[in-house]
């Protein structure tokens, strides 16, 4: 990326293709586009793919879209779908394909640790599925399930996204009566983490008007991650945020035995807020997840700390 900020991340990107149910295309589309509770968020990547060129916002009325992995999301379909139309319109751009991100309350992302998995992914999937019914509030079967396994020093680590395939089908629907094809589907963090620079013990925490995700990294593999309520929204204090964040970073540390030493902050317009009470909480250097040199200046009015989602989506 320009100016040297050369982020990635690897995880992330092994759960397209999995999740997405449209999909034939080999091209990661060049086209993002996030639903959230309040707003829903558009943008373009340039064509090398290292940052995005053009965003686009439309905000929704309160109670259009309820996040939740059983109950109905969309309570206002019109409305979401005509947003849908507009942002996509205002980014541009010839292809229909598009990268859709949900929010982090309707995906359940769960670690699992095996002590091997079968070779064929057919096979590998089938327990993966097994596993996850310990963990969700709904029968597997009825769901969609993208995961991702790497080996660890006791096994095999899988990491699984999980979307109950009525909830999948209600943003599926919303994109394709918009004139789109949602050929790769993921939820937010797992979208925004493409962002990061996570070679090194890294935590995220990305706040939305609804909810707190959290994530911790080491060495670009996904080692916790936690969505929670969040009353306060946008104007959630720095003090209240590392309160919220204290007990996920503790049990990081006491589970791996490693220390935090970087924070990327999305979601709030004042990162730097909360930037000086994570620091003193962590004694790790605290950032904007979004840079300046991974969007482009014609993103208008669309401030970037709200687009980690789709920067992430569309540069990793």
């Not at 035995?257 to 003193?280: D, H, S």
Request: charged share 20%; with cysteine; aromatic share 4%.
């Amino acid at each position: 990326m320009p100016g040297g900020d050369a982020r990635r991340s690897t995880v992330r990107g092994n759960f397209d293709q999995p999740m997405s149910v449209t999909s034939k295309h080999v091209r990661r589309p060049t086209l993002a586009c996030e639903v959230a509770a309040d707003r829903v968020l558009a943008g373009r990547a340039a064509d090398a793919g290292r940052m995005v060129e053009i965003a686009s916002a439309r905000e929704l009325a309160p109670g259009s879209v309820v996040p939740d992995l059983t109950e109905v999301n969309l309570r206002d379909g019109a409305a979401v779908r005509q947003a849908i139309e507009s942002a996509l319109g205002g980014v541009g751009g010839r292809s229909q394909d598009v990268i859709a991100i949900l929010p982090d309350t309707s995906v359940r992302v769960v670690l699992l640790d095996f002590e091997t998995l079968p070779a064929k992914r057919e096979e590998a999937e089938a327990v993966v599925r097994f596993r996850l019914k310990k963990s969700l509030p709904f029968d597997p079967n009825d769901a969609r399930i993208s995961y991702h396994a790497h080996p660890t020093a006791k096994g095999v680590q899988a990491i699984a996204a999980v979307v109950l395939n009525t909830v999948l089908e209600e943003y599926e629907s919303a994109f394709r009566d918009a004139g789109y094809n949602p050929g790769m589907v993921m939820p937010s963090m797992l979208a925004a983490i493409g962002a990061a620079d996570a070679e090194r013990p890294t935590l995220v925490v990305k706040v939305d008007a609804r909810t707190i995700s959290i994530a911790i990294l080491d060495q670009e593999q996904l080692l916790l991650s936690r969505t929670l309520e969040n009353v306060r929204g946008v104007t959630i204090t720095g003090d209240q945020l590392a309160e919220e964040v204290y007990p996920s970073v503790v049990f990081f540390q006491d589970t791996y035995n490693l220390n935090i030493e970087r924070v990327y902050v999305a979601g709030l317009p004042e990162a730097g807020g909360a930037g000086a009470a994570l620091k003193n909480q962590s004694g790790a250097r605290v950032e904007e997840l979004v840079v300046a040199s991974q969007i482009g200046s014609s993103s208008g009015t669309v401030p970037r700390w709200r687009m980690a989602g789709v920067v992430g989506a569309l540069i990793s």
